[in-house]
Every structure is written in structure tokens, then in C-alpha cells.
């Protein structure tokens, strides 16, 4: 049998850095079962990671594995359209606010780079708006100010990787999270070159604060720029409509991912139909067309997968179970660290939250940034000894979770507690 150690010496010959440029590239998953996982030395985790979001509903869950074995049967993929595409893009466009249209691509940060696209051919322009922390995928303009490490005057983009031209950060326009004012500004001294505002509509876990939200979308509609919301995230877990429908604001475009493949590679810019007319050369000529194509766009078999697991997200009562179990995990999280005085909060919405080692409000990146990182390293590495597999910066709750789960979840959290404290 080969276990991890092994695993981890031969994936340093073959992968930089040794991993897939992923998650922690030391520990080596084998398998899923509703919320749990086991390593390849057979070390059982409680699953808070869920694959980065993806599996709200549990690995393995029979409804979505008997649909994908009847798929697998008859194809698995064509470079071609397929029913089950369609019936998952109507899914699509009767579930969330600002969706009239749908185009597949295999990622999210394709589904960002896309969204990006449309916004610069619908509107003309090319400057392009972000908040510092803000992710939106792997593209140069998404590199930029995600996780500066020194603070810089806005709106000035920081490259956070190596390989990109300086004229990507000439159309970058960055500003703060929350800080509508800041925003306001920036749109007045730009706003005739800015093609949209990018927008995680809860960034990695801090809360638009009431109005900030609505203040971008009156901004844009100010300056006749886009309003794009990174739902990669968010879309399926908030609501079924998403975030744009628990905050009651709807944007021109945005981006869907994780949850709409369930568990398959499978993402989608979706919007306003005159502006995802672009991606049809008969209605916008050939200046106007935006070339988009994928081998595995719009797969069938990430296509009847993510329908099954919305058919399953549609029954009565499914979000209010998740945020009752988001609700509990917070209070297991932060009951022992109140009892044991030590400084923390919860930042989030139940169905996607993190503890943070300040007492500071989390309201930027900054904010959370400069938190206590060590003792967030601490108490996580702690939790992953005692059976704990999670983000260093984010908790996933899932559907599949049972009462032991969290029994289990409640011992390792008290554990963690004891060795920072």
C-alpha cells in the first residue's frame, strides 16, 4: 500500500511545488462520503472544505451517482450540444435574478474572464473596477490587489503574480470593500472609462454592509458601466437564487460555478440578454463578437449532475436545514473560544463563514489581514490533527452533516481552544 509520504515524493518529481496548486499539497484524499473524508493512510476527517464549495450536498449522494452512471452510458462528452445542457440553463435562468442567458465554460475564473469580456465589448470601454481581496479567478486582471502583502494608495493595482504586462494594471481601478464613498470617487474621476464593477457579493467571508451593494448598482447605472457578482461562491448556497436574491440586488452579469456541476468541472457566465448577445456574431456583426468555445463546456455528464443536485437543493426546507446546521457550527466554533476569553468573531453568513482572531470589525481585506494569523495557523493545524478538514480561511457547511458530525466537530473545536489559549 502506498501511503501519503510516498504519494508526497513522487508527486515532488512530477508537480511544482509538489501539488496541484490547490489545497495543503501534503495530505492526499482517497475518498468522499457525505460530509467525510479519508487520506491514503486512512485518517478520517469531518469535511469543511467540500472540495472548495462544490459538494453542498455530500460526497457521494446516491440520486447524483445513479444519474451519472445512467449518463456515463450514454456519453460522456460530444463538443456538441446535449438536451441536458439546455434543461440545466433554464434551471439557471428560472433560479437566479439577473439570468437571462447562459454560456458554459469549464471554470470559474472563466466564467469571470468572460464576464469581464462582455462588459469591455457591451460597453466599449476598458477600465475594469475591483476591491482589494476581491477573487475572481486566474486571469491577469483577476491577479491584481487580491492579496497585496503591503498597502498601496488606491486606486492603484498590485500584480500578485509574476508574468503580467504592466498595461493589465493600467486598466485596474481598485478600490475597498464596503467603502461606498471611496467607490463614488473613483467612478467619478474614471467612471467614462470603467466597462464594470467585479464584485464578490460577500468577499471570501466579510458581509456587504447594508446599502453597499445597492450603492454599486446605482453607481453603474450612474455611469453606464456593468455591475458583474462573482457567484462562484455564493450562487446555490446563499438561496437558491443566490446572493443577488438574498440582497434583493441584481446585476447585469455574474458567475456561477461548484454547485451547478455538482462536483464535476462546470461553470457559467450568465446575464442580461442584450449584453450576452455578444457571444452571437449573427445579432452583433464580427466587431462585436466575442469568440468563446471549450472542449468540455457544457459537459452532459457535469450537466445532469448539476441538475439533480438543484432538484435536491429545491426541496421544501433544504436551505433552512442549512443555515440551522450553519447556525450551530458557528456556535461550536465560538462558545469555547467566549468561555476561554479569547479574542475572536464569527465573519460571514451561516452557509459560509470563518473564525477571525480580532476584535476589530471585519469590514475590508485589510481588516482581516491583519488579524492574528498565527493563532488562526494554530488553532486550524490543531483542528486538522483532531479530524477537522477545512480552510485556513473559510468553513464550508454542507447538507450532509450529521448530529455526530458536529459532535465530532464540537471535541476537536475545544481541543484547538485548549492549545491557544
Not at 509520504?5 to 501539488?19: D, E, F, I, M, S
Not at 450612474?222 to 455564493?234: K, P, R, S, W, Y
Not at 476584535?359 to 488579524?371: F, G, I, L, S, V
Amino acid at each position: 500500500m502506498v501511503d501519503q509520504q510516498q504519494w508526497r515524493k513522487r508527486a515532488a518529481q512530477v508537480l511544482p511545488a509538489a501539488g496541484f496548486g490547490n489545497f495543503d499539497p501534503s495530505i492526499f484524499i482517497k475518498r468522499g462520503d457525505g460530509a467525510r473524508v479519508w487520506d491514503e493512510d486512512g485518517k478520517e476527517y469531518i469535511d469543511y472544505l467540500i472540495g472548495s464549495g462544490p459538494m453542498l450536498i455530500g460526497h457521494g449522494h446516491p440520486e447524483v451517482l445513479d444519474t451519472v452512471r445512467s449518463q456515463l452510458g450514454e456519453g460522456m462528452t460530444f463538443f456538441a450540444n446535449n438536451a441536458a445542457g439546455v434543461e440545466l440553463a433554464e434551471e439557471i435562468c428560472a433560479a437566479v435574478p439577473c439570468a437571462e442567458q447562459v454560456r458554459y465554460v469549464t471554470s470559474g475564473g472563466e466564467a469571470d474572464m468572460y464576464a469581464i469580456r462582455l462588459a469591455r465589448a457591451f460597453t466599449g470601454r476598458s477600465k475594469l473596477l475591483k476591491f482589494e481581496g476581491g477573487y475572481h479567478g486566474m486571469s491577469a486582471e483577476a491577479q491584481m490587489s487580491l492579496a497585496p502583502s503591503r498597502d498601496v494608495n488606491f486606486p492603484q493595482a498590485v500584480p500578485d503574480s509574476a508574468g503580467i504586462p504592466q498595461g493589465v494594471a493600467d486598466e485596474m481601478i481598485v478600490s475597498q470593500f464596503n467603502d461606498l464613498e471611496l467607490t463614488a470617487s473613483l467612478m467619478s474621476e474614471f467612471g467614462d472609462q470603467i466597462a464594470a464593477i467585479i464584485v464578490e457579493p460577500l468577499q471570501r467571508v466579510v458581509p456587504p454592509e447594508d446599502g453597499f451593494l445597492q450603492g454599486l448598482r446605482d453607481l453603474c447605472d450612474q455611469h453606464g458601466a456593468l455591475l458583474i457578482f462573482d457567484e462562484i461562491v455564493t450562487g446555490f448556497r446563499f438561496s437558491y437564487g443566490g446572493a443577488q436574491e438574498l440582497y434583493g440586488v441584481t446585476p447585469d452579469l455574474c458567475s456561477l460555478g461548484k454547485i451547478i456541476g455538482g462536483g464535476f468541472p462546470l461553470a457559467a457566465t450568465v446575464g442580461r440578454r442584450d449584453v450576452m448577445s455578444h457571444f452571437d456574431k449573427a445579432i452583433v456583426g464580427a466587431e462585436g463578437f466575442l469568440m468563446q468555445l471549450g472542449t468540455l463546456s457544457g459537459n452532459p455528464v457535469a450537466a445532469v449532475a448539476g441538475l439533480k443536485t438543484m432538484e435536491i437543493l429545491r426541496r421544501p426546507g433544504s436551505y433552512e436545514r442549512l443555515r440551522e446546521i450553519g447556525y450551530e457550527l458557528q456556535s461550536i466554533f465560538s462558545d469555547p473560544l467566549r468561555e476561554a476569553g479569547i479574542p475572536h468573531q464569527v465573519v460571514g453568513d451561516p452557509t459560509l463563514f470563518d473564525i477571525v482572531f480580532s476584535e476589530k470589525p471585519m469590514r475590508n481585506y485589510r481588516h482581516t489581514r491583519d488579524a492574528d494569523q498565527q493563532k488562526n495557523a494554530r488553532f486550524n493545524a490543531v483542528l486538522r490533527e483532531n479530524g477537522i478538514f477545512k480552510s485556513p480561511a473559510k468553513c464550508y457547511p454542507c447538507l450532509a452533516l450529521t448530529d455526530d458530525d458536529l459532535a465530532w466537530t464540537r471535541q476537536a473545536v475545544v481541543k484547538a481552544v485548549t492549545a491557544i489559549a
